[in-house]
Structures are given as C-alpha cells and as structure tokens.
C-alpha cells in the first residue's frame, strides 16, 4: 500500500530548488546595480517574452488585473460601454470590465471546455457593445477563430484574458497575440509565475501599446510632463529578473503539465461519476489547472474526503461571476456556469508532479466515488 504525507494543489519547491543557483545570483545582480525600478531586467524581459509570444509589443505591469484594466482604458472602452465576458472566470475579468466604468454582459459557458459558449455570442451583442474578453480558462484555448469572425462581424475589440494560458496556442498561434490586446498575470501560482504580482499587455497594435506604457507610469510619456489620469503599474526589477530565468523553462513546464493531464486520463477514464476535463482539437492546452467535475451533488462531500486523506484540491469558482454580491443585482440566470460551479473540482498538478503522486491521488478519489 502506497503512503503519502499529503498532496499540495501546487507544489513550487520543485522549480525553486531546481532554480535556485540561478536565482540567488540575479538577486545579487539587481542588488548590486541597484535599480529596481524600470531597470534593465524589465526592458530585456520585455523584449524576450514579445519574442516568445510572437508579439510587436509586451508592456510589463503590476498585476494581470491591471492589465485588463489598462487594456481596456488604451483600447478606449469606458462608461457606456458593455464588454461581453464569460461570467465562470476569476472576478477580475469582470472587476476590470466595472473598473473601467463599463458594464459586463455574460454569456454562458460551454459545459466541457468551461470557456464562453459561442454559440451563444451573437445573441448579446448590442450597439453599446465595444469589445469582448474571452478568457481561455484553466489553460484551454477560446475558438478564437469563430470569436474573430464574430467580432469583426460587428467590429468589437478583442481583449483576451490569458491569465491562465501562458504559452497556449490557437492552432499555431500563442493565446494573448490573437485578438487586440492580450492580457496576462504573473501571480505565483499561474503557469509563468514571479514571486510577488506581475503582469503583462501584448499587442500587435501600436497605439494601444503607446497608451498603456503611458497609463503604466502616471499617463506620462516624459517624465514629470502628465497627459492624462495614469496609474502606478510597473513590474518590479527583481520580478522581471526572476521572470527571466523562468522564462526558457516555460514550454518544459507546460509539457510537463500536458503529460500530467494525460496520465490523469489514463487513471481515471471511464470512472463513473466523473466527467474529465477536453482539450479541442484547435487547442494546445496547457493545463494551468486539471478541472474535472463531480456528478450527483457529490463534490463537497468528495473533497472534504479528500482533503482528510491528505490530498489538497480546490474549487475554481464556488460562485459564478453573475451570481457573486457585487453583481447579485443583475438577477440573470446562467445555468451552464452555475451547474459548474457545484460540479467542478481542480486537483493537484504541477509540471514536475510524478506518476506516483498522481496514482494516490486518482485512487482516493475512484474510492470515494
Ligand atoms: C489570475 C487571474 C487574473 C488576475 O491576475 P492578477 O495578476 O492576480 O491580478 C485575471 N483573470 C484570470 C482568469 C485569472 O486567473
């Protein structure tokens, strides 16, 4: 009988002991030369992830909630406007959209990729409508081919939310490089993760790409000499610094985090009472979680199970956007989203997590079952 002290939900003592050498010696480059603020990890950084992405320009930022809010601000969506989002997605989408003075409009999920259902789209644009954010939730790609078709149907911005899909692509093509302006986080837990917040804008767009790095340092171009209402929203050095060394390892990473999947596969098809998650044929997931859902009501009872066997999961989302306080005044009806939030259950997975773990993990869980 395997033993096992217990399973985290993530574990990133892998990658930092792994990193570790590497680490400590770009804290002490950036220690030494003392900048840490705009200094030369930020714009190097800049230059090596607009390469990865296949991008003409990646603006760092303080958060990937910043940079839905920048985004929208730079493509010039405010009050009056409605932007179209998926309300199964962490608050912020939505949180920017409202930030902004706009107003979100949900559309429902599909129920096996999680993501915006869109054959439901069209039916919620208005004339108020200015833009959509697509969010490629858990690591799998949006259609963006049928959301571009749509939205140049009808000429609305695209802002995707690629919090979760750092390293996805859309056919060939990375996620976040596809629509207007793509929007990333580089919070610790996400598929490229500093060690504080992060975040990052991508745009083919020039213009836009001029806003946000003036809306990133107080709505200034030259220094002291303001031309509109900005914000503080700089990365930090020592993260840029810290997102250097990590960056090449991010395909391994993602690799890692797709075989995982496809062990999970293996251990738990066919398990009754389950459904796992899909992967679309236009899609290269990468599996920023491994979500699958629960029948029968089952879920929280399962995992409190669980968790007393020592095996860690989490449910992204508990609450569907539309449904949460802030939002409760809507009073809309989103049955997909809501079925999923009392159905999905995340379980652990890493890039390095081992066939073993995932074993004990799979068993406990077909046991319960
Ligand atoms: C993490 C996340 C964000 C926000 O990113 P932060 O860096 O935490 O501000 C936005 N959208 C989604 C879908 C996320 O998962």
Known sequence: MLSMKSVPILDLSYEINELKPQLMQVFENVLDAGTFIMGPNVKKFEQEVADYLGVKFAITLNSGTDAIIIGLLAAGVGPGDEVITTPFTFFATAEAI????ATPIFVDVDEYTYNMDLLQLEAAITPRTKA??????????VDMGELLRIANKYQLLVIEDTAQAFGAEYQDRKVGTIGDIGCFSFFPSKNLGAYGDGGLLATNNEEFAMKAAMLRVHG???????????????LDEIQAAILRVKLPYIDKWNDGRKLAARTYKELLSGVEGIVLPVEESYAKHVFHQYTIRVKEGRRDEIQAKLDELGVSTMIYYPVPVHKLPVYQS??????KAEKLASEVLSLPIWPQIDRQIQSYVSSKLIELL
């Open 98 to 101: 409202s930030q902004v003075g």
């Open 132 to 141: 959509i954010i697509p969010v490629h939730l858990f690591g799998h790609t």
């Open 220 to 234: 200034s171009k030259k220094k002291y000499y303001n031309e509109v209402i900005g914000y503080n929203s700089r």
């Open 330 to 335: 809507m009073e809309i009806q989103m049955p």
